[in-house]
Nanobody, 121 residues
Framework: QVQLVESGGGLVQAGGSLRLSCAASARTFSDYRIGWFRQAPGKEREFVAALRWSGGTSYYADFVKGRFTISRDGPKNTVYLQMNSLNPEDTAVYYC??????????????WGQGTQVTVST
C-alpha cells in the first residue's frame, strides 16, 4: 500500500507563490508517474503536472506552463510543486497522485488526502 501525504497549501495573494510537497511511503516508484491534480468547487478534478519517478520527463497542463514546476527529491521520496504567479483561478484542493498507466483521473492508482490552495485578489 502506498501513502501520499501532501503539505504546503494555504492562502496567498494573487501573484504570489507556494510550494506543495508530497511525501510518499513507498520506496519504489520506478514504474510510476507522480504528480498533482486539482479540484475547484463545482468542477471536475483536473491534471496539473507530473513526472516520471525514474527521471527524464515532466508533464504539465497548458494552464500552468511557465508558472508551475514539478520536481522530486529521490532520497526523501518527495515530489514538489513550485507554484508561481498564482491567480484566483488556481484556487482548488490539490491532490498528489501516483499512476502507472497514464495521467487521466481514472488511471490514478493512489491519491493523497489533498491540500487547500486559496488565492485571493
Amino acid at each position: 500500500q502506498v501513502q501520499l501525504v501532501e503539505s504546503g497549501g494555504g492562502l496567498v495573494q494573487a501573484g504570489g507563490s507556494l510550494r506543495l510537497s508530497c511525501a510518499a511511503s513507498a520506496r519504489t516508484f520506478s514504474d510510476y508517474r507522480i504528480g498533482w491534480f486539482r479540484q475547484a468547487p463545482g468542477k471536475e478534478r483536473e491534471f496539473v503536472a507530473a513526472l516520471r519517478w525514474s527521471g527524464g520527463t515532466s508533464y504539465y497542463a497548458d494552464f500552468v506552463k511557465g508558472r508551475f514546476t514539478i520536481s522530486r527529491d529521490g532520497p526523501k521520496n518527495t515530489v514538489y510543486l513550485q507554484m508561481n504567479s498564482l491567480n484566483p483561478e488556481d484556487t482548488a484542493v490539490y491532490y498528489c497522485a501516483a499512476a502507472i498507466n497514464g495521467l487521466a483521473v481514472r488511471n490514478v492508482d493512489y491519491w493523497g488526502q489533498g491540500t487547500q490552495v486559496t488565492v485571493s485578489t
